[in-house]
């Protein structure tokens, strides 16, 4: 069975500090993992998948297969950065949903 | 144009009554998903409809909860005999086509469930 453990229910960090938010898996498979973000007040949504190699908003995201990580990482943190962040994983085999961590609260101090 | 939408937002309920939570996909997504968010969890898959095929019910929790979609669009998710731990925020995703990796799973905003 897959799972998702995030570590750290809060990180808080100043404003211009570089931010990582820590994310391992269990997956005997080949995994596809994604972040997701939810902001104060509005709704869960995608930020960045592993398969995309992809930044936005300044996050990026590797996917170490040795270490199963997939920690997601910005150099400098910004206010508006503050939210919950998921890590999630979809093991592509039966139906398509997506195996949630427990959420990391990202706090940017101004 | 608009996106997953959910009712009703909040919904309080006495233990031992049954309740229905409506979920409107986005037009033209295949997939719907239903999620669950209990206090300091993660979210838990509940079930998945992929247009006419058999819904993929294997994270229901009990047979309390049992969920359908009509017409391939719009989903309720019913739990009967509602219980003090089924009180969660449920959440509802849609996506094209229901094929994984590439394809983009859309939250809705939600419904906030307290059983008293």
């Known amino acids: 069975a897959q799972r998702v453990t995030q570590p750290e229910k809060l990180l808080s960090v100043f404003k211009g500090a570089p931010v990582e938010l820590k994310c391992n898996y269990s997956?005997?498979?080949?995994?596809?993992l994604f972040w997701y973000v939810q902001y104060s007040r509005q709704r869960l949504q995608l930020l960045l998948r592993?398969?995309s190699r992809e930044s936005i908003k300044g996050f990026t995201a590797d996917l170490n297969k040795g270490e199963t990580s997939f920690h997601l990482k910005k150099p400098f943190a910004q206010e508006e950065d503050s939210a919950m962040y998921y890590c999630?994983?979809?093991?592509?085999?039966?139906?398509?949903?997506?195996?949630f961590g427990k959420g990391t609260k990202l706090s940017v101090i101004p | 144009g608009a996106g997953v939408s959910q009712s009703p937002s909040n919904k309080v309920t006495e233990k031992g009554k049954d309740v229905e939570l409506r979920c409107d996909p986005i037009?033209?997504?295949?997939?719907l998903y239903w999620y669950r968010q209990s206090l300091g969890q993660g979210l838990e898959f509940l079930i998945y409809?992929?247009?006419?095929?058999?819904?993929?019910k294997s994270g229901l929790p009990s047979d309390r909860f049992s969920a359908e979609r009509t017409g391939g669009s719009v989903s309720t998710l019913t739990i009967q005999r509602t219980q003090q731990e089924d009180s969660a925020v449920y959440l509802c995703?849609?996506?094209?086509?229901?094929?994984?990796?590439?394809?983009?799973?859309?939250f809705g905003p939600g419904t906030r469930l307290t059983v008293l």
């Open positions: 995703a849609s996506s094209l086509m229901g094929g994984g990796h590439t394809d983009t799973q859309y």
């Open positions: 409809f992929q247009g006419n095929s058999a819904p993929d």
């Open positions: 997956y005997s498979g080949s995994p596809e």
């Open positions: 037009s033209g997504h295949t997939a």
């Open positions: 592993h398969i």
């Open positions: 999630a994983l979809y093991s592509g085999a039966g139906s398509y949903q997506l195996t």
